[in-house]
């Protein structure tokens, strides 16, 4: 298949995934699904909590000035991607959890965190630690495929998945343009997002890891492939 990708992330992660996949000798094309923005929120007493959760760098973004009375906590973050945006926010204990959301959850010293998230998210429990979350951004989808995701299609592109949430929308956004999805191959960051495209399409792999990287080289060894299948 062609080395053309199509990149359906928020920005500014689409940019920095579409800067990868150039360095892989991909062409990247960037059309969002979703739409990022603050949320107000009410911060806690954060002398009540002994560190921070972050599962998204749109959370370090979006938390605004009140993340500043955080700073001083132990940020736990999943991906380097949110590790290196919970850096610019200003936290400077930041810790990189190895996978998901339950791993960054399971390095958590103490008794309480604090779990700055999206509107659309997953409840993270831990037994003997009380999670506490607020959320301060907001990611609506868009109501329309993006004209650039249908060219893309058109051309042959491999559609990158990286979330449950995002293989569910593209799919319905792709049905309502009448995309034909035995002619589309997919690309997944994990086996949920895999499954919430549903069935039908040409082709659909999964990332080894959970990380945008692992994505990227999937898609490198899938447009290496006639039928964009990885080969053993």
């Known amino acids: 298949m062609s080395g053309l990708v199509l990149l359906l992330r928020p920005e500014p992660g689409a940019s920095a995934s579409a800067e990868r996949a150039r360095r892989l000798g991909l062409e990247a094309v960037a059309a969002p699904l979703f739409v990022v923005?603050?949320?107000?929120?009410?911060?806690?007493?954060?002398?009540s909590f002994d560190a921070i959760l972050l599962t998204s760098a749109s959370?370090?973004?979006?938390?605004?000035?009140?993340?500043?009375?955080?700073?001083?906590?132990?940020?736990?973050t999943v991906?380097?991607?949110?590790?290196?945006?919970?850096?610019?926010?200003?936290?400077s204990d930041v810790r990189t959890?190895?996978?998901?959301?339950?791993?960054?959850?399971?390095?958590?010293?103490?008794?309480?965190?604090?779990?700055?998230c999206g509107r659309d998210h997953i409840a993270?429990?831990?037994r003997g630690l009380t999670v506490e979350r607020r959320?301060?951004?907001?990611?609506?989808?868009?109501?329309?495929?993006?004209?650039?995701?249908?060219?893309?299609?058109?051309?042959?592109?491999?559609?990158?998945?990286h979330s449950p949430r995002?293989?569910?929308?593209?799919?319905w956004l792709a049905d309502r343009a009448g995309v034909p999805r035995a002619s589309v191959?997919?690309?997944?960051?994990?086996?949920?997002?895999?499954?919430?495209?549903?069935?039908?399409?040409?082709?659909?792999?999964?990332?080894?890891?959970?990380r945008d990287e692992a994505l990227l080289e999937l898609a490198r060894q899938l447009c290496q492939t006639a039928d964009g299948r990885v080969r053993e």
């Open 59 to 76: 959370a370090a973004r979006a938390a605004g000035p009140q993340r500043e009375r955080f700073l001083r906590l132990p940020c736990h």
């Open 166 to 171: 995002a293989g569910a929308v593209f799919a």
């Open 79 to 91: 991906g380097e991607a949110t590790a290196a945006a919970a850096r610019e926010a200003g936290f």
């Open 185 to 210: 191959s997919l690309a997944a960051i994990s086996e949920a997002a895999a499954v919430a495209t549903g069935a039908g399409w040409r082709s659909i792999a999964c990332a080894g890891r959970p």
């Open 135 to 161: 959320i301060v951004y907001a990611a609506d989808a868009v109501e329309a495929l993006p004209a650039e995701a249908a060219a893309a299609l058109d051309r042959g592109a491999l559609a990158l998945i």
């Open 97 to 116: 959890g190895p996978a998901d959301g339950g791993a960054a959850l399971a390095e958590v010293s103490g008794e309480r965190v604090l779990h700055l």
């Open 37 to 47: 923005r603050p949320v107000a929120w009410d911060a806690p007493d954060a002398l």
């Open 124 to 126: 993270l429990e831990r």
